[in-house]
């Protein structure tokens, strides 16, 4: 299994980016998805999770409390890639941001650990 994100970048404050990670490697069917980001000194949190609930609407979608409002994750199932909507930048979002999947679709997709595969990271930097 592969993943490729991509859509960091340098913006001001105020501004938006999109990242997109795209899976690959085989076929997917059941999996949770989710964002992560690491700024220098601090450990890995998380940020937002797609997730199979196995419900009539098959997803569902969970936000840290920092960024809820101002995130929003969402899939391209026929693509196999997830987006990650960020709108209203701070300067405290700046960090790497990584993509993962959990193929065990399980229910703490808030920890790192949960995760079988993680992508190389994108860079998003908020200036003042």
């Known amino acids: 299994v592969q993943l490729q994100a991509s859509g960091g970048g340098l913006v001001q404050a105020g501004d938006s980016l999109r990242l997109s990670c795209a899976a690959s490697g085989r076929t997917f069917s059941h999996y949770n998805m989710g964002w992560f980001r690491q700024a220098p000194g601090k450990a890995r949190e998380f940020v937002a999770a797609i997730t199979w609930t196995g419900g009539s609407t098959g997803v569902s979608t969970n936000y840290a409390v920092s960024v809820k409002g101002r995130f929003t994750i969402s899939t391209n199932n026929a693509k196999n890639t997830v987006y990650l909507q960020m709108n209203s930048l701070k300067p405290e979002d700046t960090a790497v941001y990584y993509c993962?999947?959990?193929?065990?679709?399980?229910?703490?997709?808030?920890?790192?650990?949960?995760?079988?595969?993680w992508g190389q990271g994108t860079q998003v930097t908020v200036s003042s």
């Open positions: 993962g999947i959990d193929l065990e679709v399980s229910n703490r997709y808030d920890l790192a650990g949960a995760y079988d595969y």
